[in-house]
Every structure is written in C-alpha cells, then in structure tokens.
C-alpha cells in the first residue's frame, strides 16, 4: 500500500454535486477504494494560493489512483498530480489548509466590468457587451 498527496483542480460546476454524493455515502461501496476514497474527500482541503483541492489518499493501484480516477475523480476533478508520501504525511502538510467544503463554489460565472460606463465582459462566454 501507499500513500499520496493529491492536488486537484475541482471542477466547479460538479462541486455540489460532489459533495451531495458524499454525503449521502455513494462512493463507499466502491470496492476497494471506496471508504479510504469517501473519507479522504470528505477531509479535503483548499490550497487558495494553487486554487487547488489537496487530500491524503491510500492506494494499491499501479498508476497511482487509476481506479478511483475511473469511476470518480477524472468526473470531478482536472488537472490531478500525486506525490508519493509516507502516511499521514501529506495530511500534516495541508493540515493548515481551510476545509474544501467551506468554500463558496458557485456554478454562476462572475461578471468583470472595467469602468462604471465600460464594456461588461462574461469569462465563460467570452463575450463582452
């Protein structure tokens, strides 16, 4: 078994869904990695500098995650890095980390505007009016 420091980008769009799922305890009959996958999300921290999602998580796989990446994390997260640690390791690390769930993700792209009479602009669309 091994341990790893995985770093993610949350898909924002999905958060709520995320953590609906997890709440209601869906991934925990996923076998093997369910509960260890299950808890590691629900301690998730957020990396505010890296704008990332980072958790401890055990596995047994060769590539690292490959089967939790299949059935729930490439669904709700991009961009996905691990570091191989000794346990309990990365938890110290990102101990000082706000919770993930505590952040106010929304699905609504914010608004930019330049000035009071300027152009508003929508980053999803990149549309400016």
Known sequence: MAFYLVR???????????RARLERGEFRTLRPFGPALTASLENARWDPGAGEAVWEEEDYCSPPLAMERAAVLDHYFDALRVERVPQGEGWRRIADLPSLWAQPFTQEPEVLRWEEDGPACDPATGQCG
């Open 8 to 18: 993610a980008r949350l898909r924002v769009e999905r958060a709520a869904e995320l």
